[in-house]
């Protein structure tokens, strides 16, 4: 648990192999024994870090910021109800965007026990109007069918926030390929939200314990990444749905087959590059996987898988540097109640591997975390 009086350790310098670009990569673990760290970077450059402490079920979130001197804010605490976040699985912990005037969007799978029996998870939404000194009382936005895995929260630079979950029919027959994928949408930066919409097609299913990943791009288009699950669950392919309005309709594709057997509960991520287009990265097969997609293609311009070798690599993170370089991230050995350790890499913007550079080892994950990367004009953070 996270101790108020206790200071931030955030600029400890994980040891590394000498490679070029290593300075451009400076290594941060997380406070107090947190876990599943976000980042993001503000257009001033200073550094948000939001993380979850606590046991599996029933933690916090908290939030706290680094100046471009290195100096930490003292952390908030984010959720307004105590303990009534989650943890466990990895995949259902919280994610949040940066929108118009610096504004934050955090969403999280809920937890609540009554009689010692966990309730449906909601989904809940929080926003911070004033970059993170206080946040807002928690909300739920999720609607009436159960949901499971995780959501996401994307917003642009003109106010509109997009909320997005999956969620299937209470005791439907079909299980998972009765499960659509939901949104709701603000323009007033995330102060009102319309009524919940299904975007995702009647019978490609959602895989119930995998995450998935949206993006609204500086000209307002909406990315959405996740995987489907069909053909009695034994298809599980990343799809995407592409908003080139502004999210008002979605277009639907498949990208990347995988016939497998059960959920590998995998998340994603999605990060806008040079030009307008942006980059997803997923996992298939143990190995991870890189996607270029245009400003409105739901079909990716180029697919590579950017790592390979024998470790199971889960849970991939992108940022782009000022160069348009990329720098991709991921865990290795993790799973269900196990840590592993974190590596890393260099990749040029035509989704090559940058010949400068090698993958890394870097220190290890804890228990249901991951790691997540952040980019300040030519360099990077890499928090654990």
Request: proline share 5%; charged share 20%; with cysteine.
């Amino acid at each position: 648990m996270y101790t108020p009086g206790v200071a931030l350790l955030l600029s400890l310098l994980i040891p590394g192999a000498l490679f070029a670009d290593s300075d451009r990569v400076e290594m941060l673990t997380t406070p107090e024994q947190g876990i599943q760290p976000r980042a993001l970077v503000d257009g001033k450059g200073v550094l948000h870090l939001l993380w979850y402490a606590g046991g599996a079920k029933g933690g916090n979130l908290f939030h706290a910021t680094r100046q471009a001197d290195k100096t930490w804010s003292a952390p908030v605490k984010v959720n307004s109800i105590p303990h009534s976040a989650v943890a466990a699985g990895t995949i259902r912990g919280a994610q949040y965007a940066m929108g118009r005037d610096g504004y934050l969007h955090v969403i999280w799978n809920g937890y609540k026990e009554t009689g010692g029996k966990a309730e449906p998870m909601p989904l809940y939404y929080t926003r911070s109007t004033d970059g993170g000194k206080t946040f807002e009382p928690q909300r739920i936005v999720s609607g009436d069918w159960p949901m499971d895995g995780g959501g996401a929260v994307a917003a642009d630079p003109n106010g509109k926030v997009h909320v997005f979950w999956h969620a299937g029919r209470e005791g439907g027959r079909e299980g998972e390929v009765s499960r659509r994928i939901f949104i709701r949408s603000s323009t007033d930066d995330g102060a009102n939200f319309d009524d919940e919409r299904t975007i995702s097609p009647e019978g490609t299913g959602v895989c119930a314990c995998c995450s998935m990943q949206a993006l609204a791009t500086r000209g307002g288009n909406v990315h959405v990444l996740f995987r489907n699950a069909f053909d009695a669950g034994k298809s599980r392919n990343i799809a995407t749905l592409i908003s080139g309005d502004g999210g008002k309709t979605f277009s639907y594709a498949e990208v990347d087959p995988w016939r497998i057997h059960g959920c590998p509960m995998s998340s994603m991520s999605l990060v806008e590059v040079q030009g307008g287009a942006v980059v997803g990265a997923w996992e298939r097969e143990g190995q991870i996987v890189l996607g270029r997609f245009g400003a409105t293609n739901n079909q990716p311009g180029k697919v590579t898988v950017a790592m390979q070798g024998p470790s199971q690599r889960k849970h991939p993170v992108l940022a782009t540097g000022r160069d348009g370089s990329l720098l991709i991230a991921w865990t290795e050995g993790t799973g269900w109640n196990k840590g592993g350790t974190l590596a890393w890499q260099m990749v040029d913007q035509d989704l090559t591997l940058n010949s400068r550079s090698v993958p890394v080892t870097a220190g290890s994950v804890p228990v249901w975390s991951f790691c997540s990367v952040a980019a300040i004009g030519g360099s990077f953070v890499l928090v654990r």
